[in-house]
C-alpha cells in the first residue's frame, strides 16, 4: 500500500467548512485522510503500491501477463492509468487496463483477475486499487469533503492450487440509483469547459441518507452470497474486510451478518474513504499486523456508485 506524505485533519476542514471534528468522528469515524499534491498522477501512488507488492511477493515485474487497475480518478481519460503502471514497472511483457466501478472497483479488477488465470490469459498478475479523490471533491460541500482521501493499494495474484486464493467473486450493479452517488461532469454528456468548475458539476455528489440504506443492505447480502457459494458461515470467516466508507456503514453491516466486532477490520479513521484503494490498503495493513495466517478465510466486501457492489473470498 501506498498514501501520500501530505495529511488533511478534522481540524483543517474545519477551517475550510462549517464543521468540527467532533462532528466528523461522531458521523463517519474519519480523524484524517492524506491527499496528493496537486498535479500528482494516480499512477504514481499506484506504482509505490505495485512496487512493495511485487518486492513482498518476490516476483519479477517482467513475470506479469497483466495488469488491471480499479480507478474512478485515472491520471487522464486515455490511456489508462493501467499503461502507466505498466510503462512505470518496466512490465513489457504484461498487457494493460483501467476498470470503472467506483468503490467496488478493486472486488471488480480481482473478479476480472482471477477469471484471466482460470481461463489461460495469464498466470501472474497485478491488482491495483488507486485514487486521487482529492481531485473530485468538492471542498465546500461538507456532506462529502469529510469523508474522502487518496491512497493506492495491490496485489500479485498468481496460480494456486484450488480450494487456496480467491475462492469466488459476486459482483452486482443497479444502473437505475446511480444518482445516488456519481460525478456529473467530466464526460461527454458534460464535457469540461470553462464553466465547468463555476457550476461545480467536476465534483463527487452524494445523496447520504439513501446511499447509507442500500450499502448495509447490499454489502450484507452479497457478503452472505459468498458464504453460501462455499459453504462456510460467518463463524468459519477468519477476517471481515469490508470497503471503507464510514463507520456506521461497517458498523451497520457487521452487525446484521454477525461479524463479531474484532474480526471486522477498520482503518478508515487515519484514510477515510479512499475508494477503490481501501480494500487493498487494509489487505496490506491487516498482513502486517498479523490479523490472518495462513489457511484463514478471509472475506471482502464493497459499494460503490453505479450502483456496484460485490464480495470476494478469499483462503490466504
Not at 67 to 91: H, I, K, N, R
Request: charged residues 20%; glycine residues 12%.
Amino acid at each position: 500500500m501506498y498514501v501520500p506524505p501530505k495529511t488533511l485533519t478534522n481540524d483543517d476542514l474545519a477551517k475550510m467548512v462549517d464543521t468540527t471534528d467532533s462532528w466528523i468522528s461522531t458521523r463517519t469515524g474519519i480523524k484524517v485522510r492524506h491527499v496528493a499534491e496537486p498535479g500528482t498522477g494516480t499512477s504514481e501512488l499506484c506504482l509505490e503500491a505495485s512496487r512493495r507488492a511485487l518486492a513482498d511477493a518476490g516476483v519479477d515485474p517482467k513475470e506479469l501477463d497483466f495488469v488491471v487497475v480499479g480507478t474512478l480518478t485515472p491520471d487522464m481519460p486515455f490511456p489508462s492509468t493501467a499503461c502507466f503502471v505498466q510503462m512505470g514497472l518496466g512490465a513489457a511483457q504484461a498487457y494493460a487496463m483501467d476498470l470503472g466501478a467506483a468503490c467496488s472497483g478493486f472486488i471488480y479488477s480481482l473478479s476480472v483477475a482471477d477469471a484471466l488465470i482460470r481461463s489461460g490469459r495469464g498466470k501472474k498478475g497485478l491488482v491495483v486499487g488507486g485514487e486521487i479523490l482529492s481531485s473530485v471533491v468538492d471542498y465546500t460541500d461538507r456532506s462529502t469533503c469529510i469523508l474522502f482521501g487518496d491512497g493506492a493499494g495491490a496485489v500479485v495474484l498468481a496460480e494456486c492450487e484450488e480450494g487456496e486464493g480467491v475462492l469466488s467473486c459476486h459482483l452486482h450493479s443497479d444502473g437505475n440509483l446511480w444518482e445516488l452517488i456519481h460525478c456529473p461532469g467530466g464526460g461527454t454528456i458534460d464535457p469540461c469547459n470553462p464553466g465547468t468548475s463555476t457550476v461545480r458539476t467536476n465534483f463527487i455528489k452524494m445523496l447520504g441518507n439513501e446511499t447509507f440504506k442500500h450499502a448495509v443492505t447490499r454489502m450484507a447480502e452479497v457478503s452472505l452470497e459468498a458464504l453460501e457459494r462455499n459453504g462456510v458461515g460467518v463463524e468459519d470467516v477468519a477476517l471481515f474486510i469490508p470497503h471503507q466508507a464510514n463507520q456506521r456503514i461497517v458498523s451497520a453491516v457487521g452487525k446484521r451478518m454477525g461479524v463479531p466486532e474484532k474480526k471486522v477490520f477498520m482503518n478508515l479513521e487515519r484514510y477515510g474513504n479512499t475508494s477503490a484503494a481501501s480494500i487493498p490498503i487494509a489487505l496490506a495493513e491487516a498482513k502486517s499486523q498479523g490479523r490472518y495466517s495462513k489457511g484463514d478465510l478471509v472475506l471482502l466486501v464493497a459499494f460503490g456508485g453505479g450502483l456496484t457492489w460485490g464480495s470476494a473470498l478469499l483462503r490466504m
